[in-house]
């Protein structure tokens, strides 16, 4: 089996790119600072679980970002927004999604598509660190598509 992952492939010929100023972004999982992050009321389904987070990195185009999340004890509903990739880093989460249930503890790492509904149980409490892909289609695409759209509309096609 080939493995064609990111990881396993090195090209030489990677264009360099000449920033011209400091761009790597540093931040610890070890940080404290959390910011509240409530979850929506409607998806609450027993408990008071109390979210927070610290976001740690962005990509200059707001398609990828890294951060810390954490959770006290309960349930709810998560609908994921973006792409996320998570790393446990302390206690434990059992979610559910489609008839399957996995339960992640320190060490473990999931991944979860833009748009999936899961129902999450926190024990007691979780502390993940998260990385989100947001792909969102270029600006130009989305204008091209819609010109497209109101063309066939008005020259009568679906």
């Known amino acids: 089996m080939t ?5 396993s492939m ?23 600072d959390f910011g509240s ?14 979210a927070r987070s610290i976001p740690l990195a ?27 990739i998570v790393h ?18 320190v060490g473990d790492v999931a991944f979860f598509p833009q748009g999936l509904e899961t129902v999450w149980t926190v024990p007691k409490y979780v502390k993940k660190f998260a990385i989100f892909r947001s792909v969102r289609e270029p600006f130009i695409d989305r204008v091209y598509l819609k010109l497209k759209n109101i063309v066939k509309k008005k020259l009568g096609k679906k």
């Open 88 to 105: 446990i880093l302390e206690g434990e989460v059992i979610i559910e999604e489609n008839g399957a249930t996995y339960t992640l503890k």
């Open 3 to 7: 493995d064609n992952s990111a990881l």
């Open 37 to 50: 992050t409530p979850l929506p009321t409607a998806w609450i389904k027993e408990g008071t679980p109390t």
């Open 10 to 32: 090195i090209d030489t010929n990677i264009p360099i790119k000449n920033f011209g100023k400091p761009v790597i972004q540093t931040g610890s999982t070890t940080r404290m």
């Open 58 to 84: 962005r990509a200059e185009d707001n398609n990828l970002s890294c951060g810390l999340w954490d959770c006290q004890a309960g349930k709810f509903t998560f609908i994921y927004a973006c792409d996320e």
